[in-house]
């Protein structure tokens, strides 16, 4: 299992480097260009290639880009939709360029007016036509917190946008431990993980999994609420991240944290998360 964080950019793609390498992770995830913005990456095919190369020569591990907040594959509204999937295909293009592993992006929410057969064909036509530009990068569905519209928020429904998408090859998971949590999983058990990840192969995701956002809650356990805490510190707790790190399905998967804070916090929250994937002796 190769475990890191979620890295600042702070002066271009190369600053991850520095980041990664001062948190001590042996995974990351960056944003590939302003997340809060529509502008496409801004780095061409040749400074892409330059950082990939760079990234491997620091002997780092699995990079995965994050698409930016702005993208909802599954907008009811044509042009946002046109304007979501045009901006995950072009963060997407940057990950084929540097060699990233995957690109994340949100299964998207359509309100609650729109039927979920509508949402859900919405969805799958965009993941699709996102999809169908990777190569060597896998576009990775990451499940939402629950609540009104949501097209996935738990991997029944993630089964049902798979089966939408004629479960793609360059489709994969991403699984937020505080999302499967505010949606309702008992990840703050070890029995309770033990039935999440049963759920998971039932719906034939197990081989789709290929990352874990490792956040704490801050809410207690199905309230819906995306807000993530420092590992250990919130609702799930050190024994739920204990049980979850050392599940088989987790321990093939590249682990990162989405937690506030800078060096020092990020530091820490690897650390704990590598100290709970320790085998028991």
Not at 14 to 22: K, L, V
Not at 163 to 189: E, K, N, Q
Request: net charge positive; charged share 20%.
């Amino acid at each position: 299992m190769q475990i890191g964080a979620h890295v600042s950019t702070h002066g271009g793609l190369f600053g991850a480097i520095h980041s990664a390498q001062e948190i001590g992770a042996d995974a990351a995830q960056i944003w590939g260009s302003n997340p809060r913005a529509w502008r496409p990456p801004s780095v061409g095919p040749d400074g892409a290639r330059a950082f990939g190369d760079a990234w491997r020569e620091a002997g780092l591990g699995p990079l995965f880009l994050h698409a930016p907040y702005m993208v909802n594959v599954a907008s009811p509204n044509p042009d946002f939709r046109r304007r979501s999937v045009n901006l995950a295909r072009a963060t997407v293009a940057l990950a084929e360029g540097i060699g990233a592993v995957g690109v994340v992006v949100h299964a998207g929410a359509a309100g609650r007016t729109t039927p979920r057969e509508t949402a859900l064909r919405t969805a799958a036509d965009s993941f699709v036509a996102i999809a169908s530009d990777a190569s060597s990068t896998f576009v990775l569905i990451e499940l939402m917190a629950g609540g009104a519209g949501m097209v996935a928020s738990d991997f029944g429904e993630a089964g049902e946008l798979f089966d939408a998408c004629s479960r793609h090859p360059r489709l994969g998971l991403c699984a937020d431990t505080c999302h499967l949590f505010a949606a309702g999983y008992a990840l703050d058990t070890a029995a309770g993980v033990g039935e999440a990840f049963a759920e998971l192969r039932r719906y034939r995701l197990g081989t789709r999994l290929k990352l874990v956002h490792a956040n704490d809650s801050k809410y207690p356990r199905g309230m819906r609420r995306d807000s993530h805490e420092h590992i250990g510190e919130g609702f799930i707790g050190e024994d739920g991240f204990r049980a979850i790190l050392r599940h088989p399905a987790v321990r093939r998967c590249a682990v990162v944290c989405e937690t506030r804070g800078g060096v020092e916090e990020h530091a820490r929250d690897v650390a704990t998360l590598k100290r709970l994937a320790r085998p028991a002796r």
